[in-house]
């Protein structure tokens, strides 16, 4: 029997809970500063897949993949643009054969982040930044993703060609998060001006299938941006990756505040405002996954 979409296991009623941070967890594992997290799938796999083992161990129902700077222009910096294919193949693998492990109900979100070139300067053309998502999701979809979480964006027009390039070129159900900043003003806004409500709308328009927030904040913002998205998508399901807290640099190392317990405290909050999935982003652990699961199911 195929496995149900994550969208269909939303509208059932569910809350579900996602996964925590990868990059810290890699830097815990011996990860060095200027290295390519994303050639771990190929060269250190047991390490990697441990990660999303780690998580479903937690609670998780669904997990991402070692592939946030995945598409040929991340990648180019580190002289991999060639094999793009193989490691995004590699690493959406991984994180399925844990799924598996887990039981064959959980899913893979694999984990498509900016390109960090922009459209608005010319430096790169609508095109070009499709041409490279697709190469990137197709790779993810060969390597058992079943949804895309196209995450970190600040730009509509370029979540949009990513949205399109899985849509076209995949099965895969499309995810969209964006990360805002709370302005002097109070509202909140991408570092390209977006606001929630106007992410939302275009997300919408271009087709993806789950909405949401991630990175930036702790989860008490986070209620206040998904009280926004809600309004202007009524039905569509809305997933929040939050930090664990606002960073604080200590002794010039950046550390996030808040304890599994904290985040945990602030899961019906989430839930009431209109989260349906919920995870965590940087400085979040299966300490904290644990928690907010032991949170939505009491």
């Not at 809970?17 to 796999?45: H, M, N, Y």
């Not at 070009?128 to 790779?139: H, I, M, R, S």
Request: net charge negative; aromatic share 6%.
């Amino acid at each position: 029997m195929a496995k149900q979409k994550i969208v269909d296991a939303v509208k059932s009623g569910k809350v579900l809970i996602s996964d925590g941070a990868w990059g810290t967890f890699l830097q815990k594992k011996g990860l060095k500063p200027g290295e390519c997290p994303e050639l771990w799938a190929v060269d250190r796999p047991a390490d990697v897949k441990a990660i999303a083992q780690a998580y479903f161990a937690a609670g998780a129902d669904m997990v991402e993949s070692d592939t946030f700077g995945g598409t040929s222009f991340k990648l180019e910096h580190f002289g991999l643009k060639d094999r793009v294919a193989e490691i995004n193949k590699a690493a959406a693998k991984l994180s399925a054969e844990a799924a598996a492990e887990a039981g064959g109900t959980k899913w893979v979100i694999a984990s498509v982040g900016p390109t960090g070139k922009m459209l608005v300067t010319e430096e790169v053309t609508e095109e070009e930044l499709y041409d490279a998502f697709k190469t990137q999701v197709v790779a993810l979809a060969k390597g058992g993703a079943d949804a895309i979480c196209i995450e970190t964006m600040s730009d509509v027009e370029e979540a949009a060609l990513a949205v399109k390039a899985v849509k076209e070129n995949t099965s895969c159900e499309a995810i969209v998060t964006f990360t805002f900043e709370r302005t002097v003003n109070g509202d909140y806004r991408t570092m390209m001006g977006v606001s929630p409500e106007q992410a939302a709308e275009a997300m919408l328009e271009a087709g993806a299938d789950i909405i949401g927030t991630n990175c930036g904040n702790g989860i008490e913002r986070m209620i206040e941006i998904v009280k926004v998205m809600r309004k202007v998508a009524p039905k569509t399901p809305i997933l929040v990756h939050a930090n664990a807290g606002l960073p604080k640099n200590v002794n010039g190392v950046d550390t996030f505040p808040e304890t599994p317990e904290m985040m945990a405290a602030q899961v019906h909050g989430l839930v009431a405002a209109g989260a349906n999935i919920i995870g965590g982003c940087c400085g979040t652990t299966p300490a904290h996954i644990k928690a907010m699961k032991e949170a939505v199911t009491a």
